[in-house]
């Protein structure tokens, strides 16, 4: 059985930072991109950043120059380095990646994890 698990999240001050790690568990031929996005209380989710398998980003504007996204092939896993946090940062962040079992390319989703931001 294929997971992403995340971790990472909590409470933090404005200003502060978080690192969301999310890895993939299970047996797969392959990754493609991973993606990290974020839901907001009755806001639409949101796709926060994109990384390919070779490395190539992007990031929303709304967190550009602040959050920045990597991977780690080898340990199977997509990090979302979340610095200068802001009040509207706080939401459910999930992790995403296009996951190749033998012929087969399907989405899989994180469990989701809380990042609040609040003095």
């Known amino acids: 059985q294929v997971q992403l698990v995340e971790s990472g999240g909590g409470l933090v001050q404005p200003g502060g930072s978080l690192r969301l790690s999310c890895a993939v568990e299970?047996?797969?031929?392959?990754?493609?991109?991973m993606r990290w996005y974020r839901q907001a209380p009755g806001k639409q989710r949101e796709l926060v950043a994109t990384?390919?398998?070779?490395?190539?980003?992007t990031h929303a504007d709304s967190v550009k120059g602040r959050f920045t996204i990597s991977r780690d092939n080898a340990k199977r896993t997509v990090y979302l380095q979340m610095n200068n946090l802001r009040p509207e940062d706080t939401a459910v962040y999930y992790c995403?990646?296009?996951?190749?079992?033998?012929?087969?390319?399907?989405?899989?989703w994180g469990q989701g994890t809380q990042v609040t931001v609040s003095s």
């Open positions: 995403n990646a296009e996951i190749q079992i033998l012929f087969r390319v399907r989405e899989y």
């Open positions: 990384i390919t398998k070779g490395g190539s980003t």
């Open positions: 299970g047996r797969i031929s392959d990754i493609n991109d």
